[in-house]
């Protein structure tokens, strides 16, 4: 009678093991917290480009100056969807489909148009999916900006304030975490002896683990949803 192979190897569940406590001294850890922490200042970019944009091409449409604002901001979204791509492969490992009116520019001999002329160029610009599916992907890189940065910018302050404590307990005068001076308080916790200290230094150890396994996915799932926006640009 044979025995039934284990569902997961024991080999396996090393690796993920491995992988889980080594994140805080991976390479790969700092390039997706450097994706996060530049999501927030290219998503106000963005947005902000988007709305006045937007704004200032339609109240000046009577004029006839509106139209081309407006085409140059429907390029701009494209050519932000194209840096986002090109962040979401470079940083993170994600690979992402570059927008066509990006992809089309020949950057061979200067820079020339996609198409036959103007004309043809921005008819491929406005009947190409991938341009307002780019659109779409400037709102939601604002959003998803300012998670990223809250979620970084928490776990970075809380795991130092909790790894510091070895060697900030005891200083006289010193500013707390949870506010006032005097003994290192953490909340409503007040640490007053080093073995206290110790403590809350492993505390944040564990808290490091966990952090950075939590920004690791929380990049991977950015970089994801933004490539899924352009394939779905791509496929349409």
Known sequence: MSTAEPIVSTATLRGVGRRFLGAPVRSQTYRNLSYLLLALPLGIVYVVGLVT??????SLLLTWVGLPVLVGTLAGATVAAGVEARLASGLVGVDA?????VREFDVREGVA????GFVDALRRLVTAPSTWTSVVLVAYKFVVGIASFVA????????????AAPLVYDASGAVTAGGGAGRYRIGSWVVSSLPEALAVAGIGVVAL??????LNWLARFQARSVAALLRAGERA
């Open 113 to 116: 148009l996609p198409g036959d």
């Open 152 to 163: 970084a910018v928490t776990v970075g302050s809380v795991t130092l304030a909790l790894l």
């Open 209 to 214: 683990i966990v952090g950075c396994n939590l």
């Open 53 to 58: 944009g937007t704004a200032v091409g339609a």
């Open 97 to 101: 489909a570059v927008p066509a009116f």
